[in-house]
């Protein structure tokens, strides 16, 4: 577990409701950097507060079972709308996702 303090730099509220959160943390050590970048693309669990953490808070965080990852439909829908949005979002995101999936479907159909 890595516990650290820091700042919360921006925060921007997404259309599908989830957040996109940069935090700045205090120095950290060799291991700790190593450890952080291993999480690219991991689920994890954020506990913020204001106030340090108790020992019973910190035992708690401890018992946290990791909960599945996003699943790989969803990644896709979310890596197709970011396409729509980097192409201008033009139209309706649901039809463009609908172009984009039965594009890919034709694509695999093609290699059976």
């Known amino acids: 577990m890595i516990l650290t303090g820091g700042f919360i730099n921006f925060t921007r509220?997404?259309?599908?409701?989830?957040?996109?959160?940069?935090?700045?943390?205090?120095?950290?050590?060799?291991?700790t950097k190593r450890e952080l970048g291993e999480l690219g693309g991991e689920f994890?669990?954020?506990?913020?507060?204001?106030?340090?953490?108790?020992?019973t808070e910190l035992e708690d965080l401890d018992k946290l079972k990791a909960r599945t990852a996003k699943t790989?439909?969803?990644?896709?829908?979310?890596?197709?709308?970011?396409?729509?949005e980097s192409r201008g979002s033009e139209g309706s995101f649901d039809e463009f996702y609908a172009d984009r999936m039965d594009e890919i479907l034709h694509q695999v159909r093609e290699l059976i």
């Open 13 to 31: 509220w997404l259309k599908d409701h989830s957040a996109q959160v940069t935090v700045e943390t205090n120095e950290l050590s060799t291991s």
């Open 72 to 84: 790989k439909s969803l990644k896709l829908r979310q890596t197709i709308f970011r396409l729509w």
């Open 44 to 55: 994890v669990y954020f506990a913020i507060k204001k106030e340090p953490f108790t020992a």
